[in-house]
């Protein structure tokens, strides 16, 4: 798939890029766990994520935030990263301008940075948050939670705690019209070892029952 270098905030940012073959596609943005911690968008399940929304036919993009790979700048805890994703997702829109939806996916790190732009994006119309770290970061804000989507969490993640995740998706769902579809793999860990085709087949199944991904062929989408 390309290589794409795109402007962000404070510098040229790094991505890769699968432009869908279908005519007016939806889009989908994908997000790294923190660089503070080695993250990087060829993260087994960043790249796990990217490309079960390309098997969708979504126009896909995932890059290094800054100060990760070629990306230019310096690592900003959040705030700049935020701005990183919200640079990523115009860059997408100019050059597909008809496209009908957006869905951000997000590993850890990048969960939380999902969250926060669908707050300030309506046109994302679903989520894919694995892992969110309820435990580190402040969720709050997601008063109220826009839209639906699926939180996928791994029963024995030692940094990212089930309970905390619960926890967190209870109150959410708290909120009157949103459902959140949670799932937890029992025996994976946080970077859900051994368990990354199980990952897949949960959030191709959340697709399926959020009627999100184009009603098309995708066998026929991926020979064309």
């Known amino acids: 798939m390309p290589e794409i270098i795109f402007n962000g905030p404070v510098g040229r940012l790094e991505g890769r890029y699968s432009h869908s073959k279908v ?5 989908a943005l994908i997000l790294h766990p923190s660089p503070e911690h080695g ?11 990217f490309q079960n929304f390309v098997e969708r036919g979504f126009s896909t993009l995932r890059f290094n935030f800054r100060g990760v790979g070629r990306s230019q ?5 959040g705030e700049g990263e935020l701005s990183d994703a919200a640079a990523a997702l115009d860059w997408m829109q100019e050059i597909n301008q008809n496209a009908p939806y ?9 969960a939380w940075i999902g969250m926060q732009l669908l707050m300030r994006r309506p046109e994302i ?24 989507g ?51 087949h949960n959030i191709h199944d ?16 991926m020979a064309a």
């Open 23 to 27: 005519k007016n596609a939806p889009l």
């Open 39 to 49: 993250g990087t968008m060829n993260n087994k399940i960043t790249y796990t994520m």
């Open 73 to 77: 700048g310096m690592f900003d805890r």
């Open 102 to 110: 957006v869905w951000v996916g997000g590993f850890s790190f990048g």
């Open 125 to 148: 119309q679903g989520f894919v948050s694995v892992a969110p770290p309820a435990n580190m970061y402040d969720f709050s804000f997601l008063a109220p939670c826009p839209t639906s």
């Open 150 to 200: 699926l939180v996928l969490q791994g029963g024995r993640d030692d940094v990212v705690q089930e309970p905390t995740v619960e926890k967190f998706v209870d109150k959410v769902q708290m909120q009157k019209g949103i459902s959140i579809d949670y799932r937890v793999i029992p025996d994976a860990n946080h970077f859900f070892h051994g368990y990354t085709d199980m990952m897949s």
């Open 206 to 221: 959340h697709l399926n029952k959020a009627q999100a991904g184009l009603q098309v062929d995708v066998s026929e989408t």
